[in-house]
């Protein structure tokens, strides 16, 4: 079974950046569209940045222009750079692989742990 290992969250003031990383074990992880996800309280879980093997990019519009995703392939490593952070942004975030490249569905239908981002006004 691929591991997804997340980590950088935190406590963060409105207006402040984080930086998360995912760590993923797949040795298809270069060709992998790789996706941040995140889940809210009492919401959904939804992709909100998306980066395909060759490093072009979809972001959700509620955090385009806020967040970059960006992929080291040497490292298996997949990471969300998040400033000018909003309360709304308060989550538990989460990376899976793509299943297909346009769309949301992870390609593992099973996550990690998940880093807790905090952002209070």
């Known amino acids: 079974q691929v591991q997804l290992v997340e980590s950088g969250g935190g406590l963060v003031q409105a207006g402040g950046s984080l930086r998360l990383s995912c760590a993923a074990s797949?040795?298809?992880?270069?060709?992998?569209?790789m996706g941040w996800y995140r889940q809210a309280p009492g919401l959904q879980r939804e992709l909100i940045a998306a980066?395909?093997?060759?490093?072009?990019?979809n972001y959700a519009d509620s955090v385009k222009g806020r967040f970059t995703i960006s992929r080291d392939n040497a490292k298996k490593i997949v990471y969300l750079r998040m400033n000018s952070l909003k309360p709304e942004d308060t989550a538990v975030y989460y990376c899976?692989?793509?299943?297909?490249?346009?769309?949301?569905?992870?390609?593992?239908?099973?996550w990690g742990q998940g880093t807790q981002v905090t952002v209070s006004s």
């Open positions: 899976n692989a793509l299943g297909l490249w346009g769309s949301s569905i992870p390609l593992y239908n099973y």
């Open positions: 980066i395909n093997f060759d490093s072009s990019t």
């Open positions: 797949a040795n298809t992880f270069s060709i992998n569209a």
